[in-house]
């Protein structure tokens, strides 16, 4: 079974086998069809010269080979010249093909290819609410991020670290070396200041601080003491240092518990001078352009690049194999998660088949008339014959129908004709 079957898509195993059940049903119908046609002409042949109620039969056989003929004759010349004659206004498809081809691409992109047709059709068909109760049950996402996991890590498995260190040194940095970075970091810098994300770094920083002095009492005043003249004394350099560490811890604390703390609004002033000077002063945007020259220059940004992305990728790799691991465990989780929340609220599953719909009427209203183009190339590519032959096996079957009904009417009208004549 194919990857595609097992999320629960069908995808034919050959076009082939298709073809040759249509072939198998054209043949049987117009064998009934021609079958139909020799019944009644035996018949009319048993019966020819003879009156009463037989003078019936016969004329219902004769009207019906009429019928029969005549709408052999349609069906035939549709497709090609009936006894290969070149009778005027048959073989209708070999010869207007193109015509046919572009007749039917106006009829898809008139009928089906517009905005308000795809809009019903995506509405109704309620495609989040689906597929929200597919993934909701764990089987299924299990199948998915099964397959997931397979690709990405066949994905992953085929890039090098020489591909990569070739990009980063062939493509990333010669662009971020051409590109002028300074405004662009200057307004995302301005940008985090003025929403305050930083603050949560800032955080993070005097609360690491506070804990390294907490722990390192010992070392801090050591340090000092080691800095202090050699003709002081040693009780007074142990006093004086464990001032000092005293005092460095209750900054630091005092700036670790107050918001609004100076030192805290310093930075924040320096950040958005910095913001705004990286975005307008061009000495500002020179120095910082010439940092960043002098960092891409450096060999080991490439290495350091390639290190990167190497342990990302084995980390990867080796959360990929594992069936049971974290991540894939998560993400069976996340997708069940998300696709119970997609099945239990309208007000979501609103919003997406909106999105889907949305999404399929730009495509149909931008690219539609170019989708619809498909179909007359399409018939274009193909020779007369071969379009004959592909559009008889597809609807040549319910034409032989045709024939059947012409038979069996003409049978009945003879009949009455026949009627009508004897009362007259």
Known sequence: MSELSTVGFTVPSSLGGSDEVRRRGLRRMRTLATGLLVVAAVIYALTHGESGALGYVNAGAEAAMVGAIADWFAVTAIFKHPMGLPIPHTALIPRRKDALGESLQEFVSDNFLNEPVVRERVEAARISLRV???????????????????????????????????????????RLKAEQLSPAVGQALGEIVRDGAHHGLVDIAAEEMHRWLVDNQEAVESMVAERAPWWTPHWVDGRISTRMYREALSWVDDVRTDPDHSVRQSLDAFLVSLAGDLEQDP????????????ILSQPQVVDVAVALWSGLRHALLDSLDESAGMLRTRMVALLCETGERVAAEPELQARLDRMMSDTAAFVVTNYGSEIATVISETVNRWDGKEASRKIELHVGRDLQFIRINGT?????????????????
Do not use: F, M, Y
């Open 132 to 174: 929200g109760s597919w993934l909701a049950d764990p089987v299924h996402a299990r199948r998915i991020v099964d397959i997931g996991s397979r690709v990405l890590r066949d994905g992953l498995s085929r890039i090098s670290d020489d591909d990569v260190a070739a990009i980063v040194r062939e493509v990333i940095v010669p």
């Open 283 to 294: 000495d500002t945007q020179a120095r910082a352009e010439a940092l960043k020259e002098r």
């Open 408 to 424: 069996v009417v003409g049978a009945l009208a003879g009949v009455t004709i026949h009627a009508v004549s004897q009362l007259l």
